[in-house]
């Protein structure tokens, strides 16, 4: 089992970056994978941004270029850094890893984009 929790949410304008975080219970070289999905209001859940164990990333084309998935594996942290925010990127946020099976998913953590 694995559990999952995200921080680093928040109100962002236009054009801005935000940073969001994602620990891991156990150590993610034991996770076969770990990523971030996003639901917007009135919008279906989406996939973000992924990593592989062996590192392997992969991004929805409305975020390539600007988000950027990466881990520290001393902190058993995913991270999802966020760039040229836009007011559609604004959604519920979840990290979730993929274990023996499983996908485990996390409480969320909103990120609002607007002036």
């Known amino acids: 089992q694995v559990q999952v929790a995200e921080s680093g949410g928040g109100l962002v304008q236009p054009g801005g970056s935000l940073r969001l975080s994602c620990t891991a219970s156990?150590?993610?070289?034991?996770?076969?994978?770990m990523g971030w999905s996003r639901q917007g209001p009135g919008k279906q859940r989406e996939s973000v941004a992924h990593?592989?164990?062996?590192?392997?990333?992969g991004y929805v084309d409305s975020v390539k270029g600007r988000f950027t998935i990466s881990r520290d594996n001393a902190r058993s942290t995913v991270y999802l850094q966020m760039n040229d925010l836009k007011p559609e990127d604004t959604a519920l946020y979840f990290c979730?890893?993929?274990?023996?099976?499983?996908?485990?998913w996390g409480q969320g953590t909103q990120v609002t984009v607007s002036s």
């Open positions: 156990r150590n993610i070289f034991s996770i076969n994978h």
């Open positions: 990593m592989t164990r062996g590192g392997d990333t």
């Open positions: 979730y890893a993929y274990y023996m099976g499983q996908t485990y």
